[in-house]
């Protein structure tokens, strides 16, 4: 939602505008959030964008823990950054709020109209979690993000401003590629290999350690408890790494798999935009991007065989940066 902010002045003696940023910034101060499966990451700026206050709390999406628990954790994250600050809520110019499980109106509009309830903010965007990140990958320039942790999506924008996206529908039936898929293709490969159904795997041991059990038997009691969310199996992908870097080819054909669906996440985006022909980013969040070569370069082949004027790389700000940078741009400069 924007809001203008006019000042008048005399027609006879015109005063030239002054931008945002160099009014006092002890009068503008923007709130960003960046609220994922696992954690809430909240900042306070400034006018000049410095980073004067923030607050880290558990996970906001909503589908995962319920609308209340979410909400809930933004306000502790909140809290915290305004307290590191030292101001109020009454001193935030204007927000935006990185929401993930918000891409349906219904859920947008119930977060929404929680969040201005519990927080008072006059000035509250909301946006879902890939779009913050977008924001700060890319600088707000046009390109394509693809984030892989617990889950996985890829998004996107061009030049015209259109949106596209590709993945990011949960762990039921999508989120291809991220480290709870990672981690489910091992489960399936240690319990085909005991079965005799594939190959021996270093796979079998690194999870069992993981997890603190001794056999498959004992594994469905770990695997299938209210405690074994998504988060805490995804954690599972660093193990494949590892088997992976000590040669274990079913680990990493299990790591090139992911690389390639990632990749198609992104080629899906690129596609719908039509951007093949173009020069633009590929910026790659999250952990499962940490893998190592099996993974990145089966996902950087895919990619580059399609778009070829593509720079795959790191994000070049934060999500929660991203989030501020929306926030600043919500209020009209005159």
């Known amino acids: 939602m ?31 959030i960046d609220g994922g499966g696992t954690k809430t990451d909240a900042i306070i700026t400034d006018a000049n964008l410095r980073v004067i206050g923030q607050g880290i709390s558990g996970g906001a999406n909503p589908h995962r823990i319920g609308f209340d628990e979410a909400v809930s954790h933004i306000e502790d994250a909140v809290e915290a950054a305004l307290k590191k600050a030292g101001l109020q809520i009454e001193n935030i110019t204007a927000a935006c709020f990185g929401i993930a499980g918000v891409s349906h109106p219904l859920h947008y509009h119930k977060m929404k109209k929680k969040l201005e309830s519990k927080l008072g903010i006059q000035n509250l965007e909301l946006v879902t979690d890939a779009r913050v990140a977008l924001t700060g990958a890319l600088d707000g320039k046009p390109g394509v993000i693809v984030i892989a942790g617990t889950g996985s999506i890829a998004f996107g924008i061009n030049e015209a401003s259109e949106e596209a996206r590709s993945g990011g529908w949960g762990p039921t039936f999508s989120d291809e590629g991220s480290g709870y898929d990672i981690a489910r293709q091992a489960l399936k490969a240690i319990a085909a290999s005991e079965d005799g159904r594939s190959e021996a795997t270093l796979l079998k041991d690194l999870v069992f350690h993981k997890l603190g059990v ?92 399609y778009a070829p004027r593509v720079e795959i790389g790191e994000p070049l700000n934060s999500p929660t940066i991203g989030a501020i940078k929306l926030a600043e741009s919500s209020v009209v400069k005159y």
């Not at 160099?22 to 503008?28: D, S």
């Open 2 to 32: 924007s809001t203008a902010v006019t000042h008048h002045t005399s027609i006879s003696q015109p005063v030239a505008p002054q931008p945002l940023r160099e009014r006092a910034t002890r009068e503008v101060y923007f709130l960003g």
């Open 214 to 305: 001794k056999n498959l038997a004992d594994l469905p009691s770990v695997i299938y408890t209210d405690e074994a969310k998504p988060a805490r199996i995804a954690e599972l992908a660093e193990v494949v790494a590892e088997a992976a870097e000590r040669g274990d080819r079913v680990a990493q054909e299990i790591l090139e798999g992911a690389g390639r669906e990632l990749a198609q996440m992104a080629i899906a985006v690129i596609e719908k935009l039509g951007m093949q022909q173009q020069a633009f980013r590929v910026a790659c969040v999250g952990s499962v991007f940490k893998s190592g070569k099996f993974l990145s370069e089966p996902f950087r082949r895919a990619i580059v065989e």
